[in-house]
Every structure is written in C-alpha cells, then in structure tokens.
C-alpha cells in the first residue's frame, strides 16, 4: 500500500514518515522527508488561527475545508498523487501534520492531513486511517472525526 496512515508528529516515532506541513515539520522536530505540496497556503493557516470574522467554530472549520478544497484538491487527480507519493517516497507512508487527532471535529483536533486523507478515501476508496507509531514500529489505530460528508458537499457544490 502507498499509504499506510495519517499521524501527528507527537504520535509518530518511526516509518516511512512524510510531512505535508508547509516548514516540512522542523517546528516540531521533525526533519525528515516532506511534500509541501500538500501543506495549507500562510494566508489559509493565518485565517483560521486568527478568525477575524468571529466566526463559530463549525463555520470557520468549514469555511477551512472549502479554501483547502479549492485550493489543493478541486482540481487534483487523486490517482496522479497516489503515483507521485509512491515514486517520491515508496510504499507505506505515514502522512503527518502537528495536531493531535480527537473524535470531534474542532478547532484543536482538526488538521489538513485528514481532510487529504478523507478526500482519497472518496476519491480512491483506499482506507487511511490514523494511527500512532512508537519507536519500535508498534502501530496502533486511533479513532477520528470523519469529514467525508463535509468534503461530499464540497464535491457537488464545485
């Protein structure tokens, strides 16, 4: 498999590790290999941390997903990544990002790298789950918020 899961850095200690975050990890530590590609524009993370317009936290999440959409995926061929991941970093990637994963979708839990993943579970049929791996290799899966039906929407409104 090209991907094997979704991970914070905090809960990924070893793998085939791959940031999607716009620095490639090195605020949190991490200096491993990274596809920036994949990482919000400054203006979008600038935004949704800031919220000028007091926005609620379900319309400033949404409001996230539907720039995020447009701006990296709306014209994305999922297939296309797929390959470009599995010649740039093999197979069994770990995509990662900093927040921690949680069950409900708000502003602390939610993080890019699982609407990418929710949005090639879509596109793709292909499961990514998110999990933890220790630094012996151990992986255990953890249970998160699931966007498919915000990003289904998105699909049908553009």
Not at 71 to 78: A, G, I, W, Y
Not at 127 to 153: A, C, Q
Request: net charge negative.
């Amino acid at each position: 498999m090209i991907i094997k899961g979704t991970s914070c850095y905090a809960n990924a200690k070893n793998g085939n590790l791959v940031s999607i975050t716009g620095d490639g990890g090195n605020a949190w530590g991490f200096y491993g290999n990274a596809y920036k590609k994949m990482s919000p524009r400054l203006y979008l993370w600038e935004y949704y941390d800031q919220n000028p317009d007091n926005l609620s936290e379900k319309e400033l999440i949404d409001w996230y997903i539907k720039e995020f959409y447009n701006l990296r995926l709306k014209d994305l061929n999922p297939n296309e990544l797929m390959s470009t991941f599995k010649e740039k970093f093999g197979e069994d990637i770990i995509l990662l990002c900093h927040e921690l994963p949680g069950l409900e979708i708000n502003k602390e839990h939610f993080c890019h790298r699982r609407l990418l993943a929710d949005w090639i579970e879509l596109e793709t049929g292909i499961i990514v789950p998110e999990i933890s791996i220790d630094e012996s290799g151990k992986e255990t899966s953890e249970e998160i918020y699931d966007l498919k039906p915000r990003i289904k929407k998105l699909i049908k409104k553009y």
